[in-house]
């Protein structure tokens, strides 16, 4: 089955496993999935399909249909230490790059001070995760915003992680908010801008998620987010967790 068959890829719809992508091709998609684990899993995707793998192989639904593959069941994926988790919009984090690049908007903070709180946060998240925390590590993140010609805007981040996947996000870093030039033109926010403050201690996930939220700290006016750029377009927003991962 070639690529050109499927489509291009759709962001728009996320799964509950790591191992997936969605295409879209004159209004149809196709749902793929690899089960890399010695069990049959039914994977759920956001928009309600549900596709069973069997162990060891590659599966489609949807506007096409195959079975195949022979990776060896329970054979464990292999460790990525920091993945990299790039932006994708509305809302999503994922390993994968976008489809073409888009500017999401940070909501003003309407001449309010929210520093340290999220409030109308754009909010990005992905699950599936199981890794262990490398405490020679920290967290890491390349968010490129704009806010034109305003004047003292700030925006701000914070990332947090739900160990099991339960809705409970139990450690959190919240960054220092990172006051933007008034020129038009992307700058780079990063962790360089220093914590402001954390939650919770570290510790391993277990099919876990990782959010990262994003919101204007002050300032009066709105602010736009970079996601879904290809490698070929650059400038992609990012974040690095401080992880040795495997697919779970």
Same mark, same amino acid.
């Given at each position: ?28 998609? &196709?749902?793929?999935? %690899?089960?890399?684990? $010695?069990? =049959? #899993? +039914?994977? *759920? /995707? ?79 998240? &992905?699950?599936?995760? %199981?890794?262990?925390? $490398?405490? =020679? #590590? +920290?967290? *890491? /993140? ?44 992307r700058e780079t926010y990063t962790q360089a ?56």
């Amino acid at each position: 089955m070639s690529l050109s068959a499927l489509g291009q890829v759709d962001t728009s719809v996320t799964a509950d496993h790591p191992l997936h992508a969605v295409f879209s091709k004159n209004g149809t998609r &196709t749902y793929v999935a %690899t089960n890399l684990s $010695d069990a =049959s #899993r +039914t994977v *759920r /995707f956001s928009d309600g399909t549900t596709l069973v793998v069997e162990p060891g192989k590659t599966a489609t639904t949807g506007a096409h249909t195959w079975s195949g593959g022979n990776a060896v069941p329970g054979e464990p994926n292999p460790p990525v230490a920091s993945p990299t988790l790039r932006l994708v919009s509305p809302s999503s984090l994922t390993t994968a790059g976008g489809d073409g690049a888009r500017e999401d908007t940070i909501t003003a903070a309407g001449g309010g001070n929210h520093d340290g709180t999220p409030t109308d946060a754009r909010v990005y998240t &992905t699950c599936g995760i %199981t890794g262990t925390h $490398d405490p =020679s #590590r +920290t967290a *890491r /993140f390349a968010l490129h915003v704009d806010s034109g010609n305003s004047v003292a805007n700030g925006v701000q981040a914070r990332i947090s992680c739900d160990p099991t996947g339960s809705g409970a996000y139990t450690r959190s870093e919240t960054y220092n908010y990172f006051a933007t030039d008034p020129f038009p033109g992307r700058e780079t926010y990063t962790q360089a801008s220093g914590l402001r403050s954390q939650t919770g201690a570290p510790v391993d996930l277990t099919g876990g998620c990782v959010k990262l939220e994003v919101w204007s700290a002050i300032g009066s006016s709105a602010s736009t987010l970079r996601t879904s750029a290809t490698a070929g377009e650059g400038a992609q927003s990012t974040v690095e967790i401080p992880y040795t991962v495997r697919a779970d």
